[in-house]
């Protein structure tokens, strides 16, 4: 009896919970969200084609897989909104253990539930331009990326829709903007030519459509490492042009630049960059050493990941040169600072080289005391008063320059006692080595020491 009792409360335990699985909304379709960040979802066939797809987070199969990716804003947010807004658009059917190893501060390389998952974020503001979030969860028909803002070259547009593939023509006043001319080209605008100039890569429809998921994920790899590279870029552009404008400018721009604390911060931000370039070196070669265990992962992208960590290499190498040359810069500024005080401190002393004889003048002569010459006092009792007052002002400065050179004069009397000292030691040793060279040539040996 008590058995069938105890299994009839375990049936009515399971009905309700069943009860309330079954009321539970479904929030695989709704948004809390809705708008706050991009995704972009492509299903690669495996033979050198993509398609755009739904949002649905299904894996590939067979020779195809799938590539999710999201998109963070970039702004005053903290970590938990992006954490919300990742769990808003992964869940289901990713869980909380997925959200956190992709989202999370610091490097990591690892196995989350039996998924590959590697991360480089740096634990900066998600406003700073310097603050880089890069994390990828691999399987073996599926990739899920997310990334901190805009990350450029990494998605996939159709051919021949590539600004660079063009003839361009010189932009013009008479010109509309972006408008094909007669002579068969485009306009490109000053700032567009200026972004490309800072490019080391191609654009996105000049991407190669990756055929397998190894592909894909050297692929996201190799576009974090150009954007990185062009941060590089363009950090050497301006400080070239800061360096060309110190050396034209005068005293107002050096002034606007010390009050600004144009290098410090220039200098941080570069500490931040660094720490970036640090996780990948940190990172990247365990990711190669993961992927070399398995089966599906290719041997030509082993080798390609490889070159990728010696390139992250050399580009933290630079932005080490980067840094020595901010610091030498700064330098440059306080040395000019520093001349600029002394310049003044200078013209201060001719002041008060004029006026300390006044200063003494009327500091004698306004003394409350008898006998002051040239004032016209007969006291005979108070006659005496200034020439006491006189002679305690010359006592204590006699004083005083006694303190200032007594550290002088003992230096030099126990410098004087030493040679006395080292004179009469030689004499005494000089006296008995003569008293002893008789003795020694009769018995010709060597001195005893």
Not at 40 to 67: H, M, P, S, T
Not at 248 to 277: C, E, N, T, W, Y
């Amino acid at each position: 009896m008590e058995l069938n009792h105890v299994n009839g409360e375990v049936e009515d335990i399971d009905r309700e919970l069943s009860e309330k699985i079954s009321i539970r909304p479904d929030l695989s379709h709704h948004s809390r969200y809705p708008g706050a960040v991009r995704k972009k979802a492509y299903i690669f066939d495996g033979d050198g084609n993509y398609f755009n797809k739904e949002w649905d987070l299904v894996q590939g199969r067979g020779k195809e897989f799938c590539w999710y990716h999201v998109e963070l804003p970039k702004g005053n947010q903290k970590l938990t909104h992006l954490a919300q807004h990742l769990i808003d658009v992964l869940c289901p059917p990713l869980k909380l253990q997925d959200i956190l190893s992709l989202v999370s501060n610091g490097p990591f390389c690892g196995h989350v539930d039996g998924a590959l998952v590697f991360r480089v974020n740096s634990p900066g503001p998600a406003s700073s331009k310097f603050t880089f979030k890069i994390a990828a969860r691999v399987t073996e028909n599926s990739v899920i990326t997310v990334s901190l803002g805009r990350v450029p070259r990494l998605g996939f547009s159709p051919a021949n829709e590539s600004l660079l593939s063009e003839i361009p023509i010189v932009d013009s006043p008479s010109n509309g903007r972006g408008e094909r001319k007669d002579r068969g080209g485009v306009v490109i605008q000053e700032h567009v030519l200026d972004f490309f100039l800072t490019m080391n890569h191609s654009e996105e429809a000049d991407n190669p459509v990756p055929r397998s998921v190894s592909n894909l994920v050297v692929h996201i790899i190799d576009t974090h490492v150009d954007h990185l590279q062009d941060v590089v870029t363009k950090l050497e552009i301006d400080l070239d042009s800061v360096e060309f404008e110190l050396d034209r400018g005068g005293f107002a721009l050096k002034k606007q630049m010390l009050d600004s604390r144009k290098f410090p911060k220039m200098h941080l931000d570069l500490q931040r960059l660094l720490q970036v370039i640090a996780h990948g070196e940190q990172i990247f070669p365990r990711v190669k050493e993961k992927c070399s265990s398995k089966d599906w992962f290719a041997n030509e992208d082993i080798n390609a990941l490889e070159e990728l960590i010696g390139r992250i290499r050399r580009l933290k190498e630079n932005v080490g040169f980067i840094a020595n040359r901010v610091t030498a810069i700064q330098a440059g500024l306080d040395s000019w600072q520093n001349e600029q005080i002394n310049r003044k401190l200078y013209y201060l002393s001719f002041l008060s080289i004029i006026f300390l004889p006044l200063s003494i003048v009327t500091g004698v002569f306004g003394m409350n005391v008898g006998g002051v010459p040239w004032t016209g006092q007969r006291d005979p009792e108070l006659k005496d008063g200034f020439r006491n007052v006189m002679l305690l002002c010359v006592g204590m400065l006699g004083i005083a320059l006694l303190c200032f050179l007594f550290p002088a004069l003992y230096s030099r009397v126990m410098g004087w006692r030493r040679r006395q000292a080292l004179r009469k030691s030689w004499s005494l040793n000089r006296r008995s080595f003569i008293r002893r060279s008789p003795a020694t040539e009769r018995g010709g040996g060597y001195l005893r020491i």
